[in-house]
């Protein structure tokens, strides 16, 4: 890891995490170019039950060649690293192994990383001063489609699409989203997973999923993150949406 960020090594929270862990354990590879976090990275992941790492790689195109190999079910990458770097690799990882999913862990919140970094295909986005439960459940998240942004990263998110505008032109007509839709979307925008946007809404998280779902298929998008990027897009989302989450 590089960048001039700060370098922590995960930390052990004393919150339970094996509520997390599905019944069949899921198939992680870690990628970190720093060793002394990409080891205790995976020490901690092992041990909250529901996850077995698979592989590490310290570099991107070594994480490109493990994929072929071993088609991980979610892959957790850090965006600075020398070489190839992780939205490089995200992009040539999801084309050889479509079926993984991304989780991006780093110290940036730079804008156009993030931006970057969700148009490569990377299903969440979170920073190294995460707890080990919020990594925990961004991992089984983006193994089930679902996405976990930091709240700051997802402000920077906004502010850069605000700021230069996005990438392409929002569609001529937009999608016709129910108000409880355009609700729920405001708050996977904000960061939250189906259970908390359940708690946030009074509703149950099988209705929440199958809002998200439906959104999806409105927005035209494969998964929660581009759904994010969308809703910027389109209006349907503002600074005080964000703050508020």
Same mark, same amino acid.
């Given at each position: ?44 992941l ?57 989780l ?10 993030v ?18 439960? +919020? %990594?925990? &459940?961004?991992? *089984?998240?983006? #193994?089930?489609g ?5 709240? !700051?990263?997802?402000?920077? $998110? ?23 839709e ?13 259970? +908390? %946007?359940? &708690?946030?809404? *009074?509703?149950? #998280? ?7 779902s !439906?959104?999806?298929?409105? $927005? ?17 989302v503002?600074?005080?949406d964000?703050?508020?989450?």
């Amino acid at each position: 890891m590089n960048g001039g960020g700060r370098t922590m090594a995960p930390v052990d929270e004393s919150e339970d995490t094996a509520a997390l862990a599905p019944e069949d354990p899921l198939r992680v590879m870690v990628v970190d170019d720093h060793d002394l976090f990409r080891s205790g990275l995976r020490r901690l992941l092992e041990r909250s039950g529901g996850i077995d790492v698979v592989a590490d790689a310290r570099r991107g195109d070594e994480a490109v060649q493990r994929a072929v190999e071993l088609r991980p079910d979610v892959v957790v990458m850090d965006i600075n690293m020398p070489g190839m770097s992780g939205v490089e690799a995200t992009r040539a990882l999801l084309e050889v192994s479509p079926q993984s999913a991304v989780l991006m862990l780093t110290v940036t919140a730079d804008q156009d990383a993030v931006l970057d970094a969700v148009l490569a295909g990377a299903r969440g986005y979170l920073l190294k001063d995460a707890t080990l439960p +919020e %990594i925990i &459940r961004g991992v *089984h998240g983006a #193994a089930a489609g679902e996405s976990l942004i930091a709240p !700051s990263v997802a402000g920077s $998110l906004l502010e850069r699409l605000r700021r230069h505008g996005p990438p392409d032109a929002p569609p001529a007509a937009a999608p016709q989203l129910s108000p409880r839709e355009v609700d729920v979307l405001r708050l996977v925008v904000a960061g939250h997973d189906n259970a +908390e %946007i359940g &708690r946030q809404l *009074h509703l149950s #998280a099988s209705t929440i999923k199958h809002h998200v779902s !439906s959104s999806l298929e409105k $927005l035209g998008v494969d998964n929660r993150v581009q759904a994010a990027v969308m809703a910027v897009r389109l209006g349907l989302v503002d600074e005080q949406d964000l703050r508020s989450g």
